[in-house]
């Protein structure tokens, strides 16, 4: 089982940034893949980025590429997704997810957070 906690997530003007963080427990190896995806109203959740654990291999969706980093600090057993020049359309509550192994990039994760809602006004 692993248990996920974001946080960080908040109202922005567009072009601000965000940081959101989540905090990871149970139990965790290098076979796990940490993600971040979103969900905004009406719309289905939608892949952000992954990062495997330990951080050596990444990817981000071609919507945030260049705008969003994911990245971790995995002694701490966290992981972040740095957000930069914000839209209206990244609006969405966002989830940390944990997939064990499996597809890369991931499609979906085993482990859900409870999401952080980001709201981006023009």
């Known amino acids: 089982q692993v248990q996920l906690v974001e946080s960080g997530g908040g109202l922005v003007q567009a072009g601000g940034s965000l940081r959101l963080s989540c905090a990871v427990s149970g139990r965790t190896d290098s076979r796990y893949i940490m993600t971040w995806f979103r969900q905004a109203p009406g719309k289905e959740r939608e892949f952000v980025a992954a990062i495997g654990w330990g951080g050596i291999n990444t990817h981000s969706a071609d919507s945030v590429k260049g705008r969003f980093t994911i990245s971790g600090d995995f002694a701490k057993n966290s992981v972040y997704l740095q957000m930069n020049s914000l839209k209206p359309e990244d609006t969405g509550v966002y989830y940390c997810?944990?997939?064990?192994?499996?597809?890369?990039?991931?499609?979906?994760?085993?482990?859900w957070g409870q999401g952080t809602q980001v709201t981006v006004s023009s």
């Open positions: 997810g944990a997939q064990y192994g499996g597809r890369w990039p991931p499609l979906s994760s085993d482990y």
